[in-house]
Structures are given as structure tokens and as C-alpha cells.
């Protein structure tokens, strides 16, 4: 029994097996790759060899007659080809695992930060995913106290005035910055993003100079990745900011209603997603908690 190369193999497993397929005799075969059945009743047989790093072999059909003799003709075997296993997921299903880290990132383990990835080839959201990701980040406990933070220090600065003072004026302040976030989140997370097919996160980068950095953190306020992974206009954060703003008008004092609301909401939010983005590309990354990746390598 040899190799491709002429060289011996030895310790294979050789069978000899009846035609029907019952197994006979089992053996190892010898330093020299030789191997013999000794007092085989006649009739028909098959050899089976398996050796370590080969292709099984399986001999022709031969028979035996009474006291003969039988000598198989050279074996060759043949190097077995490798075999590579490739398992293949779907996207939704990458990205649900993604979006679940994603959810465990908070700054100090305290202040959700689901919306930075530091995974830098995350996959696509879907439109259900897109949606479920801005409900947990938007209802976050945290996310209210900071609702009931903001409409303190406008209560304390007579913000809107026409909505007065006292429980009843906090409680209207408190209504309105707590429609104003969710409206905002929904709108600039979820629903431009879905129609618009642009993925509302923030890409950590991470890498390169302070500078690349920088400009990094800056254009992603006026930038965005689309579903299928190129760079676009973030028209969802823009027409999210304005939408959310239009529909203050209809809750806010009509002192200050009309379209400087709306642009001023804007302007706002614009500011503050910059700051925001400066923050997560220079700090977060050592204050949050879980985090999964590390950005652009």
C-alpha cells in the first residue's frame, strides 16, 4: 500500500468485507504497508482502507475460491482533499447580536450610550430593528430623569413663561420636553432612517490622528452610512430635527410658536450632536461599559 510520492503507508485500517457488506476481518496494516487475510472462506470480498491524511479506498469486487491464494493489486491512496466549513448567518441575525451589545453600553454604567458603535463594520439595521433600538434608548429610565432635569432648569429660568410657575408650570414643561425627546429620538433614529435607508448610529473611529478624529466626529453630524454601507447626507437627523420641531408648535405657548421654533429646535439639535459625537469619539470609549469593539483598525 503506497502514497502518491511511491513511499509506504502504514498503520491504515484495512477491512475485508463480504459483498453484502458485512464486515469479515479488520486489521493495521504493517511498517512496509503490507497486509494479509489469512483462511478466508471463498466468495466474494471487498477491501476497505482508511488511513490518517488519505481518501478512503475501496477495492474492486474479487472473488476467492477454496486454498487460493489472492493477492490485491497495488493500492494507491490518494491525499484527502481538505474540506472547509463556512457557516453562513444572515444579516438581521449579526445585527440583532450587535444591537444587543449595543444595549449594554452606558457611560459610567449609568447613561445609555446605545447609539455610538464601536463596532466599525457593524451590520444593517432593518426597519423593525431601527425602531426597537430608538424605543429602549428613548423609554431608558435615565432618559426621563434627564426630562425631568431639563424641564427643572427651564422651570428655574421662567423658559417659556407662558407656561407659568408652580406644579401645574412644571408639569407642562415637563410634558413638553418629554414629547420633544421622544418625537426627536423616534424621528432621527427610526423613521427618516427607515424610509430614508440610512443607519442612525455613531461609528466610532478611533484610530488615526487627532485631527482625522476630529473632522471624523464633526462630518458625522452631516453624514451618515446608508443600509447598503456608502456615505451619504444625514437627511434623517435634519428632517427628524425639523419635524420634531414643527410638531412643538402645537404644544409649546403660542408666544413662542411659528417656524423659529422649528429652526431653533433644529440649530439645537444640530449643536448638540456635534458635542455629542466629539464626546463619544474622544471619551466614551474609557468611561462605557461592555464595550464590544474598537473601532476603525
Given at each position: ?26 486489521m493495521?496494516?504493517e ?111 435615565v ?21 407659568g ?7 407642562k ?71 420634531s ?41 474609557s ?11
Amino acid at each position: 500500500m503506497l502514497d502518491v510520492s511511491g513511499a509506504t503507508v502504514s498503520g491504515a485500517d484495512v477491512s475485508l468485507t463480504r459483498e453484502d457488506g458485512t464486515p469479515l476481518r479488520t486489521m493495521v496494516s504493517e511498517a512496509s504497508g503490507e497486509f494479509t487475510f489469512t483462511k478466508i472462506p471463498a466468495g466474494s470480498y471487498l477491501v476497505t482502507i482508511n488511513a490518517k491524511g488519505f481518501a478512503p479506498f475501496t477495492s474492486p469486487e474479487f472473488a476467492v475460491a477454496v486454498r487460493q491464494a489472492y493477492e490485491l493489486p497495488d493500492v494507491s491512496l490518494a491525499l484527502a482533499t481538505a474540506s472547509m466549513v463556512v457557516t453562513v448567518r444572515p444579516t438581521e441575525f449579526i445585527a440583532a447580536e450587535q444591537i444587543r451589545a449595543e444595549e449594554k453600553q452606558r457611560l459610567v454604567g449609568f447613561f445609555p450610550n446605545f447609539y455610538t458603535s464601536y463596532i466599525y463594520d457593524a451590520a444593517p439595521l432593518t426597519a423593525k430593528q431601527k425602531f426597537s433600538l430608538a424605543t429602549r434608548g428613548t423609554f431608558d429610565p435615565v432618559a426621563m430623569l434627564g426630562v425631568a432635569v431639563a424641564a427643572g432648569i427651564e422651570q428655574s429660568t421662567n423658559a417659556y413663561a407662558g407656561y407659568g410657575q408652580g406644579a401645574a408650570g412644571y408639569s407642562k414643561r415637563f410634558a413638553a420636553k418629554f414629547v420633544d425627546g421622544r418625537t426627536s429620538d423616534f424621528f432621527t433614529h427610526a423613521v427618516f432612517p427607515t424610509l430614508l435607508h440610512q443607519d442612525p448610529r455613531y461609528y466610532y473611529q478611533g484610530s488615526g490622528s487627532v485631527k482625522s478624529r476630529f473632522a471624523h466626529a464633526v462630518t458625522s453630524a452631516f453624514l451618515a452610512r446608508n443600509d447598503s454601507g456608502r456615505t451619504v447626507f444625514n437627511s434623517s437627523y435634519l428632517l427628524g430635527d425639523m419635524a420634531s420641531g414643527a410638531l412643538s408648535n402645537l404644544y409649546y405657548p403660542k408666544a413662542n410658536r411659528g417656524a423659529h421654533l422649528v429652526f431653533t429646535n433644529t440649530a439645537v439639535g444640530l449643536a448638540g450632536r456635534i458635542g455629542t459625537n466629539l464626546m463619544r469619539e474622544f471619551l466614551s470609549k474609557s468611561i462605557t461599559t461592555n464595550v464590544p469593539g474598537d473601532g476603525k483598525h
